[in-house]
């Protein structure tokens, strides 16, 4: 009996949180299945210079608009620019607005974040009522306004995407913090006289830092979404250079001559945005510490 | 109850404030001189002298931005550029049009949501919950303009069942206005079905572990009663109150739908003075959707009060 109990209680070999986290994330298939496709995505846009295929810019008037074919897999476009050179090419805008504007995005708002539930006091009062007026713009009608007083181009539009999801960075990282800052080790931890710089690095950032990588993943969708988004209003990526939101405005014009036009750039979209909703997902499940 | 609305109107007000002050800033933002710009080719000084004392550019910042918001308060929000209309009559013409694709797009989600949510809970890790749960991350994935390019092939351009653009105000010829809101309406409301359903199926679960459930349960009602008389009640309320706040994201995602189905309202309002540099257009629309948007959340935070008995007790 003694020695069944203490078999129970003793400590499993040591797994560090990183480890722990990943293999509940092995476990789930649909999370794997999203970091496969966003995998194949960034592959195919740091490889396009290397791929066998067309220039995405070259016109060729003897090919507008022509449906798939062996030598256009995908068809090409409304002046014959090959539609598959230009949905590869095309990956490289929705994956690097949506990652550069997530990271100007946690940059800016997460330090404030940590200051702001950190110190408290009239900062944190200033600094919450601003997160939540930006909070109260929709996050679209904000990125649209910025992007057009800021000018229509791609790196404007990864500006006004970041600065729009940053108030979201602020208030989790804040709300983190005030939930981390008066637990016992905290306490400890400035009871032994340790600094504020040393206090918020060694206890606070690594247990703010779960729930940010989630939200952060969850964003990135949100933006590739918003870039999208914007270049088909024409605020993001400028022509002739291809982006997978500003194919589907010219697509909209041809929509009864050429369908095939609209059907890739916006299924690739599609895809890339559930691959990182369903990582976001599973991260969410695997860093939750209430679930073994 | 009165003074529970009262405080929180009351936090509105610097939130209020804020956003002014940002919406008066972006214009601030703008490369190069627009009186420049307005002035035309000529650049006679005359007239730049007289368009900067007009827009009050001599005086300092601070001034400008008090000026600017003493007119907003008044209800003027300006002169649009291209049309010479008043900013505010223009967008009162718009509104209407969204409200309707909003509400529209709000009664879709609610119906289609909220029900797929209740079924999924109840019937939880079956065939019927993953399909659910699959369709939900669909919507949220999908790109909605492009969901309205790829209804519009199917339904318009192939099947010719609805047609692919055009409005009719709703009190002119309702029946016609329906038939050319459906689509768009659908369309805006996928995110939020998905939303919603996801939010009502944890509810539910939550709630039907419940004490009071499995007491409901032992005294022999069936399961049905159990699920919409015991569950639901308590289920749904996160989910109203959900609702209520992402009223305020369907005006955003109409901005792209109207694009797609050209739909003349407040969302093609916005993007047609963006390409027109019609700036003061753009300030208003981001204004009265940020006013929107703090009065449905309001709205949503006195819902929840209302429907929750045990709030209302701690009023």
New interface residues.
């Given amino acids: 009996m003694t020695i069944l109990a203490h078999a129970a209680i003793a400590p499993a070999p040591e797994e560090t949180p990183g480890r722990r986290a990943w293999r509940k994330f092995k476990a789930n298939r649909a999370a794997l299945a999203g970091l496969c496709i966003i995998v194949f995505f960034a592959l195919l846009a740091l490889a396009a210079p290397l791929l066998p295929i067309l220039d995405p810019n070259a016109t060729s008037w003897s090919v507008i608009r022509q449906p798939p074919s062996a030598a256009h897999w995908l068809g090409t476009d409304e002046i014959g620019r090959d539609l598959l050179s230009r949905l590869i090419w095309g990956s490289q805008a929705s994956l690097a607005a949506g990652i550069v504007s997530v990271a100007i995005a946690v940059v800016i708002g997460v330090p404030i974040g940590l200051v702001s539930g950190y110190f408290g006091g009239w900062i944190d009062m200033l600094i919450s009522?601003?997160t939540?007026?930006?909070l109260?713009?929709?996050?679209?009608?904000?990125a649209?306004?910025?992007a057009?007083?800021?000018?229509p181009s791609l790196s404007n539009a990864m500006i006004a995407i970041g600065l729009s999801a940053m108030p979201i960075f602020v208030r989790l990282t804040r709300g983190q913090v005030l939930a981390v800052k008066t637990e016992d080790y905290v306490e400890g931890a400035r009871s032994i006289g340790l600094g504020n710089l040393m206090i918020l690095k060694r206890y606070i950032a690594p247990n703010v830092f779960p729930p940010i990588l989630v939200q952060a993943t969850l964003t990135v969708?949100t933006a590739i979404?918003a870039e999208?988004?914007l270049s088909?209003?024409?605020?993001g990526q400028q022509p002739p250079d291809p982006s997978w939101g500003s194919m589907?405005n010219v697509?909209?014009n041809f929509?009864?001559q050429a369908?095939w036009m609209?059907?890739w750039?916006?299924a690739a979209?599609?895809l890339v945005?559930?691959g990182f909703?369903?990582v976001g997902d599973g991260l969410g499940d695997a860093l939750d510490p209430r679930e073994p | 109850m009165y003074t529970y609305v009262a405080k929180r109107l009351l936090i509105a007000i610097p939130t209020l404030l804020i956003i002014s002050l940002f919406v008066f800033m972006l214009q601030k933002l703008l490369p190069g001189d627009p009186i420049l710009a307005m002035a035309g080719e000529e650049r006679d000084p005359v007239l730049i002298a007289q368009l900067r004392e007009q827009y009050r550019l001599n005086d300092p910042v601070v001034y400008q931005y008090l000026y600017w918001l003493g007119d907003v308060l008044r209800g003027d929000l300006g002169t649009s550029l291209r049309t010479n209309q008043p900013v505010t009559e223009l967008i009162l013409q718009k509104l209407p049009v969204t409200i309707q694709l909003a509400v529209m797009a709000m009664i879709f989600a609610v119906l289609i949501g909220i029900p797929a949510g209740i079924v999924a809970a109840v019937r939880k890790n079956t065939l019927l919950d993953y399909l659910a749960n699959l369709v939900a991350l669909s919507g949220l994935s999908i790109p909605n303009f492009w969901l309205g390019i790829m209804l519009i092939l199917l339904v318009s351009v192939y099947l010719g069942w609805l047609p692919a653009s055009g409005y009719y105000p709703f009190f002119a010829d309702p029946l016609r206005s329906l038939e050319t809101m459906i689509m768009p309406a659908f369309v805006l409301s996928t995110p939020l079905a998905a939303m919603l359903m996801r939010h009502t199926r944890s509810s539910m679960l939550g709630v039907m572990r419940a004490d009071y459930i499995r007491t409901a349960r032992a005294k022999g009602l069936s399961e049905r009663t159990v699920v919409m008389e015991h569950g639901l009640r308590n289920g749904l309320l996160p989910v109203i109150t959900l609702s209520a706040l992402l009223f305020g994201d369907l005006l955003a995602g109409a901005v792209l739908t109207e694009q797609v189905f050209t739909i003349p309202g407040f969302g093609k309002l916005i993007v047609d003075a963006v390409f027109n540099r019609d700036y003061a257009v753009v300030q208003g629309v981001v204004l009265c959707t940020a006013v929107a948007f703090i009065l449905m959340n309001l709205i949503a935070d006195i819902l929840y009060v209302l429907l929750n008995p045990r709030m209302r007790a701690t009023l």
């Avoid at chain 1, 109260?136 to 904000?142: K, V």
């Avoid at chain 1, 057009?148 to 000018?151: E, K, P, R, T, V």
């Avoid at chain 1, 088909?232 to 605020?235: I, R, V």
Wanted: net charge positive; aromatic share 12%; glycine share 6%.
């Fill in positions: 009522r601003v939540e007026a930006f109260a713009m929709p996050f679209l009608i904000t649209i306004a910025l057009a007083f800021l000018g969708a979404i999208a988004s088909f209003l024409g605020l589907l697509a909209k929509m009864s369908p609209a059907i750039p916006g979209i599609f945005v559930i909703n369903l």
